[in-house]
């Protein structure tokens, strides 16, 4: 069974700048997989925030476009997601997962890491 361990967030000002790194373990087929992050802030919903596709495209939602971007090491199985000019509203957990593409669109996974907390203050 795959598992992902996610780390990088904090606390920071708005502004910042963050890199969360997520390690893939298990039966992944990390190379060959799309990635997802996904971030879940209080009483709301988990939500994607950024993927990226098996072939190198990224997609991201309009809330975070131009400032989030997704970069991968296979080798390392570890995925980033790049966090730029963060703002409150970014305040949440943020999750990873990887599998086939459709999965990571909608968030079809029965195993989640812990995640890792950024917090954004204005």
């Known amino acids: 069974q795959e598992q992902f361990v996610e780390s990088g967030g904090g606390l920071v000002q708005a502004g910042d700048s963050l890199r969360l790194s997520c390690v893939a373990s298990?039966?992944?087929?990390?190379?060959?997989?799309?990635i997802g992050w996904y971030r879940q802030a209080p009483e709301k919903e988990r939500e994607l925030v950024a993927s990226?596709?098996?072939?190198?495209?990224?997609n991201t939602p309009d809330s975070v476009k131009g400032r989030f971007t997704i970069s991968r090491d296979n080798a390392k199985k570890t995925a980033y997601l790049q966090m730029n000019n963060l703002k409150p509203e970014d305040t949440a957990v943020y999750f990873c997962?990887?599998?086939?593409?459709?999965?990571?669109?909608?968030?079809?996974?029965?195993?989640w890491g812990q995640g890792t907390q950024v917090t954004v203050s204005s």
């Open positions: 997962n990887v599998g086939r593409l459709e999965s990571v669109l909608r968030a079809d996974f029965s195993s």
């Open positions: 298990g039966s992944v087929f990390f190379s060959f997989n799309a």
């Open positions: 990226l596709s098996s072939s190198g495209t990224l």
